[in-house]
């Protein structure tokens, strides 16, 4: 059985601790003592290809994953997360899987790239963000109603958006590549309203800071950052749109938003309470001291990350994007039944029954492709 020198095995530990193992656990799916796996982690030791094959099976990983380092041309990804370290460079590798799987998906099929418009925009100007998300509102076709499924209306009109569990600081990231188009990956363990704003807020920074995605460090940001307070407004000017809002509070008799009130509009426009306040007071319904009291008030009552009534999430058996392609490629056997598996993360048998139904009902809960 052939060797395979320890130093080209540089994903072992990154890997394992994507799938939260310790050095013990992975020993004892493998076989191996926990001193042999810290030895091929180190570089200490060689690992024969048996046993290599082995632990890409107890991480979950193709056997390749181990050796492959993520390539020099990859997007340049931008962050929303209050501590960017938190996405590892083993996270970051099995996302930018994910993504590549998608750009592969499209391209079989002949799918153009979506690539939003671009507006760079140095530091933060409010009326040029207002413009900019009407006429998105415009584009998508939502005029100034509600929108009840962001991610559905975003894949509708071609942008590859990536739901995946992420570290709970990490909302959501965006990357961008001429041959690749615009990517949004969004955080799948968060509350639906949350991923939402997540998916508008990364599609704020692929319109207002294209040009940063090639920029060598300029990928990390923070809450202060400027290109954060536009990707914030864009976000809430899309969900909120400024005639709605003003016209569902012109009557409101108090300085501030009544509870009733926020329960409503959030149930309405899919967004939290807080959106909801901060917005009313970026459009002077109400003052900042106000605005502040009651973002104050929900965080004691609810926690900084949910809130109350828990909003409902896309219809169970909606097909997304991404799966409707999949099975579009399989049928017109441009991939096989095991490649669709692993594209879409299900078991082969999972695959084959969904795609029966597919091929059932193709379109009935389908999205444009």
């Not at 099995?94 to 507006?119: H, N, Q, T």
Request: hydrophobic share 40%.
């Amino acid at each position: 059985m052939g060797e395979v020198t320890a130093p080209s095995v540089t994903r072992i530990r990154e890997l394992r601790e994507c799938a939260g193992l310790s050095q013990e656990a992975l020993g004892e799916r493998v076989g191996v003592t926990r001193q042999t796996i810290a030895a091929w982690e180190r570089g200490e030791r060689d690992v024969g290809l048996a046993q290599l094959a082995r632990v890409a099976r107890a991480l979950g990983a193709q056997l390749d994953d181990l050796f492959e380092d993520a390539p020099e041309d990859q997007p340049r990804l931008l962050f929303r997360a209050d501590d960017p370290k938190a996405l590892t460079p083993a996270l970051r590798a099995v996302v930018d899987r994910k993504v590549g799987d998608y750009v592969a998906i499209e391209s079989l099929l002949g799918e153009a790239p979506f690539v939003p418009e671009s507006r760079p925009m140095e530091g933060f100007d409010p009326d040029e963000v207002e413009e900019v998300a009407e006429r998105v509102r415009d584009s998508l076709g939502a005029d100034d109603a509600p929108i009840d499924d962001v991610i559905e209306l975003l894949e509708s009109i071609g942008m590859k958006v990536v739901r995946h569990p992420l570290p709970n600081p990490v909302s959501g990231f965006s990357a961008f590549r001429e041959d690749w188009g615009g990517v949004i990956v969004i955080n799948a363990s968060h509350p639906i309203d949350r991923q939402y704003f997540t998916a508008l807020h990364e599609l704020g920074h692929l319109i207002f800071h294209r040009r940063e995605y090639s920029v060598p460090g300029s990928g990390t940001t923070n809450s202060k950052d400027p290109r954060e307070k536009v990707a914030n407004h864009f976000a809430s000017a899309v969900l909120l749109p400024r005639r709605a809002l003003l016209k569902d509070l012109r009557r409101l008799p108090l300085p501030w938003i009544p509870d009733p009130v926020l329960v409503d509009l959030r149930l309405k426009y899919k967004v939290s309470m807080r959106t909801i306040v901060l917005r009313a007071k970026t459009l002077g319904i109400i003052e900042g001291r106000q605005a502040g009291q009651q973002i104050g008030v929900l965080n004691e009552r609810f926690g900084r990350d949910r809130e109350e009534p828990e909003l409902r999430g896309p219809e169970a058996g909606r097909r997304g994007r991404l799966e409707v392609l999949t099975y579009q490629a399989l049928v017109a056997d441009l991939i096989t039944g095991s490649r669709a598996a692993e594209v879409l993360g299900k078991p082969l048998s999972e695959v084959r029954e969904e795609l029966r139904r597919y091929l059932t009902d193709p379109v009935s809960e389908a999205v444009e492709a």
